[in-house]
T-cell receptor, first 119, second 112 residues
């Protein structure tokens, strides 16, 4: 299995809703990432988990709450979002973790994304 | 911190022609340079990468070159096909110690 899967593919939510995005990989990767991508822009890093521990939080508002229940799963809990949070949310994983160097293991593989619309 | 500039922002080529996309980076410590292809409605797909101990890498119709002295790297696509139409992103990082920093992307259109 060489892919990152994300559910749901599309999500529409109101500003008072609570929802969660899910990401899964079975490649044995030790680092997992959440990115946000607005239209016609590159992905922006939100969070990095290394060995199931949060290692980077790029000053993301607290209405986004990540969770890594185990080495294969990554969740992003959403609460009280704003319309400007509408975007494509991408999950990625890599074998290598930040803080180590390796010749082959910093390749990041992305999932297909969840298209989020906040009304 | 690292800054990656990517040019051009849009590129149109005739089917069968070559396409070249160029990126420059600012941090001389960066040593890993991947290229991603993103089709409409999909996540970015890693298509090729290069590390600072090599100057060129090829994979069929795709090649990447790296000039560490000038701090720039380029993606070359030969014999372009309509299915090469997508947005291409370059990125740079230091060998796992820093997250990827992306360029702003190039929208490539291959005209049949």
């Amino acid at each position: 299995d060489t892919e990152v899967t994300q559910t749901p593919k599309h999500l529409v939510m109101g500003m008072t809703n609570k929802k969660s995005l899910k990401c899964e990989q079975h490649m044995g990767h030790r680092a997992m990432y959440w990115y946000k991508q607005k239209a016609k822009k590159p992905p922006e890093l939100m969070f990095v988990y290394s060995y199931e521990k949060l290692s980077i939080n790029e000053s993301v508002p607290s209405r986004f709450s990540p969770e890594c229940p185990n080495s294969s799963l990554l969740n992003l809990h959403l609460h009280a979002l704003q319309p400007e949070d509408s975007a494509l949310y991408l999950c990625a994983s890599s074998q290598g973790v930040l803080g180590t160097s390796g010749r082959r293991d910093n390749e990041q593989f992305f999932g297909p994304g969840t298209r989020l619309t906040v009304l | 911190g690292e800054n990656v500039e990517q040019h051009p922002s849009t590129l149109s080529v005739q089917e069968g022609d070559s396409a070249v996309i160029k990126c420059t980076y600012s941090d001389s410590a960066s040593n890993y340079f991947p290229w991603y292809k993103q089709e409409l409605g999909k996540g970015p797909q890693l298509i090729i990468d290069i590390r600072s101990n090599v100057g060129e890498k090829k994979d069929q119709r795709i090649a990447v070159t790296l000039n560490k002295t000038a701090k720039h790297f380029s993606l070359h696509i030969t014999e372009t096909q309509p299915e090469d139409s997508a947005v291409y992103f370059c990125a740079a990082s230091y060998s796992g110690n820093t997250p990827l920093v992306f360029g702003k992307g190039t929208r490539l259109s291959v005209i049949a």
